[in-house]
Structure formats: C-alpha cells, structure tokens
C-alpha cells in the first residue's frame, strides 16, 4: 500500500525551539507540499517542491523553511517556534503532471 | 476573498436523506476540481474529480457550473459512514498546487 508518512503524530514544543517535521513517500513521487490546517481556515499552502533540493513557497511560508534532500523526503522546519503555529500540519505528495494528492496522516503540533 | 469558499455547516441530515452543498470559487483560471472527505482528526482523501458534463459515482454526484464559479455535491440516500467534512478542491491551469475551501461538515444521524 502506498504511503506518505510523517513522522510524529503528536508534538509539543516549547517557544523559540527549533522544530522538525519529516515526511517520507514511498510513491516516487516529484512533488511535495506542506499544508497546515486550522479550524476556519482550512488547508494553507506553506511551501512545495516538485523536485529534489528545489522549493517554492506557498501562501504561508513566514516563520517556516524546508529541505528536499532526496526525493521521498521533505522536511518543514519551524526555525524559533511560536504559539501561532500551533495547527495540524499535513504533508502530501502527488506525481508529476497530476493533481492527485496523497496525504499523510498529519502532526498535531502544540507550541507551549 | 479566499480563492474558494463553502458554507461550513454543519448539515444535520437523517439517513437515507439527500443533501447538497456548493463551493464557490474566485480565479476564473480554474481548471481542475475535486471533493475531498476528511474525516475527524484523518487526513483528507480523494473523493472524486469534478468533471465539466458532471459525474456520479455510486450515491455521489458533483456538478461544474463555470459561468458562475461553482461547483456542487449532492449525496443520495445518505448513509451514517457519509458525516465527514467535505472539501471542495481547485487547481488553476499551470499551477503545481491545489487551493483548498475550510470544508462543510456533514452529519448523518440514525
């Protein structure tokens, strides 16, 4: 069964960690995102790549960077974590050309 | 303006009702669209591309209407597995990335 996996379920942080978040797909697949996810707003784009060590920022990228070293791996990074970024983060990845998402279960991240 | 909108809900509906909801969208660019189903505390899945003729599949049917922006989802003869919270999904041509609505949330209740 394909998969995209992330690595934690649950996370607490502290204010002014540094945080991070890793996905993994075994789907060989080019393009990979960083959604977040609050009540009201729904899905927001952080920051995508749709290829190895190439990202692009989505609508939210303040606070965040990336990493794409490999191609089944994309990791978010929460540089000096804040109480605002407090969300349910969820990473997903599709095939070149395609809009089919698959996403992985999500992180609940609690910044205290 | 967010680049697509939907009424949050919730619709409380009895088994074996029918009930529809619209999603509206601003980019006239839009090119592709989809409903996603995200269940409570899950990840969203794809439930189905939205197509220009519109489309079923089984007790789902998703209308385009692209001279007002919107697109709809009617489920038949709801049925308990049905309460989730549907996603409404656009893709403007040449873009990577999909555009995500907050979601309407459906209950279905004995």
């Known amino acids: 069964d394909v998969k995209v996996t992330q690595s934690s379920r649950y996370l607490v942080k502290r204010t002014g960690e540094k945080v991070f978040l890793e996905c993994v797909q075994d789907?060989?697949?080019?393009?990979m995102f960083w959604y977040r996810q609050d009540p009201g707003l729904g899905l927001r784009l952080i920051y995508f790549?749709?290829?190895?060590?190439?990202?692009e920022k989505g609508d939210i990228p303040e606070g965040y960077s990336v990493s794409r070293e490999k191609k089944e791996r994309f990791s978010l990074i929460l540089e000096s974590a804040s109480t605002n970024q407090t969300s349910m983060y969820l990473c997903?990845?599709?095939?070149?050309?395609?809009?089919?998402?698959?996403f992985g279960s999500g992180t609940r991240l609690t910044v205290v | 303006r967010k680049e697509v909108e939907q009424d949050p809900g919730p619709f409380n509906v009895p088994e074996g009702a029918t009930v529809a909801f619209n999603c509206t969208y601003s980019?006239?660019?839009?090119?592709?669209f989809f409903w996603y189903r995200q269940d409570c505390r899950k990840e969203p899945k794809l439930l189905m591309s939205?197509?220009?003729s519109g489309n079923e599949d089984g007790r789902f049917t998703a209308q385009l209407n692209r001279a007002s922006q919107y697109i709809s989802l009617l489920i038949r003869d709801s049925k308990l597995s049905d309460s989730a919270t549907y996603l409404c999904?656009?893709?403007?041509?040449?873009?990577?990335?999909?555009?995500f609505g907050a979601g309407t949330t459906v209950t279905v209740r004995a």
């Open positions: 997903a990845s599709s095939p070149l050309g395609s809009n089919g998402y698959t």
């Open positions: 789907m060989d697949h080019e393009n």
């Open positions: 790549s749709y290829d190895v060590k190439m990202k």
């Open positions: 980019n006239s660019a839009s090119q592709s």
């Open positions: 939205v197509y220009s």
């Open positions: 999904v656009v893709n403007i041509f040449g873009d990577y990335k999909l555009s």
